[in-house]
């Protein structure tokens, strides 16, 4: 699987995308605000629906949509492959000529969607949707949020990932093309997105709450996908290995320099067992954590050469529109 599967490519016709992990609770209420949106468009519209190993009654929420709305598709993925790789499997899935992303848990205002629409019309191929404020959500959250994005401003090669923005966004066909032909398995979606270039743009809009249920995120997973992000993008934590390695190479043969001056001059015994112990154990640490970062590169080159598919479908139930 290296490209996008949509052998029948449709003019205006226009793809929501919607990973779904045990949203059970949220479906309908999302099916019933979306809905409302898309028919006032002068467009066509599907939207894909991908089951992302939901162990609760998501999946009989989504057929029972689809009895009763033929524009609803199913990409019904085989087991629980997380939220990156739900959206990929469903943007791999759309046929439309412009695709948008957007949260189940209603998170994303579909309401938006007209005013993404507008700037596409207007000439962008990828329009995102940026947080103005971040309701419901502890300061910490925020904190952690707006530091990982600092970073990643700073040390990012070259491609500069927008602030404030998740993957709510609308995509043309040719950015979504460019985006299926990335095909890595440790993947950053905003990176990716970001990479894809093409005229860009923003539409700002204020972060709801979850409309109900739990996020599936946690500190741990936060952490993985930050790591994830740095990794996946930027050598940079290689670089600053060496930088460390050279800085103590220097330091260390000055304060050797000075040691050999100072016994030959003085003719000092030796002593000082505490700071050959500190310069020993620091420069363990700093070995250490070097081969950590050097580990992580070496993991992820280990995984992208395995070639695997990125995930398994176990059925498509198609859009009819
Ligand atoms: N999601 C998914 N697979 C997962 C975790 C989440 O498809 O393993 C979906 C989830 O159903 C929702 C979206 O990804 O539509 C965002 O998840 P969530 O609201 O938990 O994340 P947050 O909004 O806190 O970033
Ligand atoms: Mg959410």
Known sequence: MTQSQNPMLDTNLIS??????NEQEVIDEFYRRIAKVLDGLSYRSEL????????????????????????????ELSRNFGKE???TAGIDHAKGEAVIPIDADLQDPPELIPELLAQWEAGNDVVYATRLEREGETWIKKATASTFYKLMQNIGDKVSIPRNTGDFRLMSRRAVTAFCSMREQHRFLKGLFALVGFPQTAVYYNRDPRFAGLTKW????????????ITSFTTAPLRLATYAGFVIAICAFTYAAFIIYKTLVF?????????????????????LLS?????????????ETKQRPLYFVQGFDEPVS
């Open 291 to 303: 081969i950590g970062v050097i580990g992580e590169y070496l993991g992820r080159v280990f995984n």
């Open 16 to 21: 929501i995308v919607i990973p779904a992990y």
């Open 85 to 87: 790789i739900a959206l």
């Open 218 to 229: 946690n500190y741990p997973k936060l952490i993985n996908l930050s790591i994830e992000g």
């Open 48 to 75: 894909v629906f991908v089951n992302d190993g939901s162990t609760d009654d998501t999946i009989k929420k989504l057929r029972a949509l689809k009895k009763q709305d033929g524009r609803v598709g199913i990409v």
């Open 267 to 287: 003719g000092d015994p030796v002593a000082g067992y505490p700071s050959l112990m500190t310069v020993v154990l620091f420069l363990g640490g700093v070995q």
